[in-house]
RNA sequence: GGCGGCGUAGCCAAGCGGCCCAAGGCGAUGGUUUGCAAAACCAUUAUUCGUGGGUUCGAAUCCCACCGCCGCCUCCA
């Protein structure tokens, strides 16, 4: 397994810290509004990588935060705080801003079909533990007090910019932020901020105040993980300087390597646009399922491009998304009628290779830093060798339809074929074959037209059956 | 200004020194099949990889220059 490690800026093979189990923790969503698909390819992509991991037989331990306080709004580590903002704005208590957001991202996420991660921390559930953090800083020299204000003395961490390439001169250079007096540098962070005007406050021995943005990852990561684990994702944001401070923060106070590998991923892109608020192309996954999308084809067009891509996001990639997909499902239905209409028997040698090349391929293909283009060129050359296979038993089929089920284990873009087909869809079903029997083809024409006006799609099979699934004949 | 990425067919996108007259998906066109469809299958759809040089027996792949696009540099996945 090899994954391209910011921290070293290459691809380098994975070594997990202990055989078979790797802990990966994820920055996960600041719930201060609904979150928008760009913020789910970011999930997505650790959702790929904990899928493939379990594929290969490891024991994955996956930690998301939640955050639900101390995003600052504007520079200078002064302002006011994004959550709060949301709760002053619609008059809500910031906790339950934080509780109605969250619910919105697990939501979307079940439709996204996520697997959900072990342990959702939130922030402000572990305030005590950043403090503890935040006082060992200070008792190593890393940190420092300036009245109610703890600030990262970045000038004592040698390593302060390995992630994000970034020097500490380089930093000053392009700082649009206005210079804060209290502090020895520009680049020193917060670690823990005071401000009387700020709803959401915690005591602490500096007294009242909050915590800085960055020390909730650090403290949460190393109690759920340890100190030192394999792997963290985040978007391409979070390198500088949010994962960077992580660094910095995290071996400071513990001493050990931090992070293994560090994954990011990059932004996405609507119309060959950036994303943003003022754009109005920050789309919801509700809202694109109100548009029609198949929720199935939003995670197939956020997961079908490399994670280090830019991907654009567009109503025609959606489109030959729910293509893709119907290409599989259709292979899939197909084995399943097989299954029904033959019996059971040998699997002859072609078979078995077909299943365990494709399986190999795949993860071949994935084991090179997630390189999802050729894994997906892999199951759809196995799909037209299965859709060409001829006369084929009960279990040859099931062979089949097991390893299509490993492989969306990965992919997970599948639906369940199992829906009920209503009673009066099979009675027309049958009256149309009945027609088709006597040549009536008009009859049999207007039956498939009122089938299909209903939302299922009539198929002839071979021999005088039929098949019914969910869509529209055109 | 600093750091980083990208430019491959109508669209999306893999390949990163010979297996490439370049995978796969979507779309399109023709064919097989079908009462007609749908689905499936077959064939065609880039002799060429932003442009110009160079290295090499050999380059989409390495180097240089240029053009264009994008991200980060304390709000952001």
Known sequence: MKLYNTLTHKVEEFVPMQQGKVGIYSCGPTVYSHPHIGN?????????LKRFFEF??????????????????DDADEGADKLEETARKQKKDPLEIAKFYTESFMQASKLLNIKPSDKYPKATEHISEMIDMVKKLIDKGYAYVVGHNVYYDVMKFANYGQLSGNTLEDVNAGARIEINQEKKNPQDFALWKHDPKHLQQWDSPWGRGFPGWHIEC???????????????????????????????????????????????????LFDGEKMSKSKGNLYTIPELIEKGVRKNAIRYALISSHYRQNYNFTFDGLKAAEQAIDKMQQCVLQLKDIQKSSKAGEICQQIKDLSSNCLAQFDEALSDDLNISKALAVCFDFIREVNKAEDMNLSEASALLETISKIDSVLGVLESTDEEVPENIIELAEKRKTAKLNKDWK????????????????????????????????
């Open 40 to 48: 789910f390819r970011s999930f997505l992509v650790a959702d790929l």
């Open 56 to 73: 290969k037989g490891f024991s994955v331990t996956h930690i998301m935060n939640i955050t639900d306080v101390g995003h600052l709004v």
């Open 218 to 268: 650090s403290a949460m990561s190393s109690k759920y993980l340890g100190a030192e684990f394999d792997i963290h994702t985040g978007g391409e944001d979070n390198i500088f300087p949010h994962h960077e401070c992580e660094i910095a923060q995290s071996e400071a106070a513990s001493g050990k390597k931090f992070v293994h590998y560090w994954l990011h991923t990059r932004f996405l």
């Open 443 to 474: 009859t049999a024409d207007a039956v498939r037209a009122e089938i299909s006006a209903q939302g299922w799609l009539l198929e002839d099979t071979p021999g005088g059956g039929y098949r019914i699934k969910r869509g529209e004949n055109t």
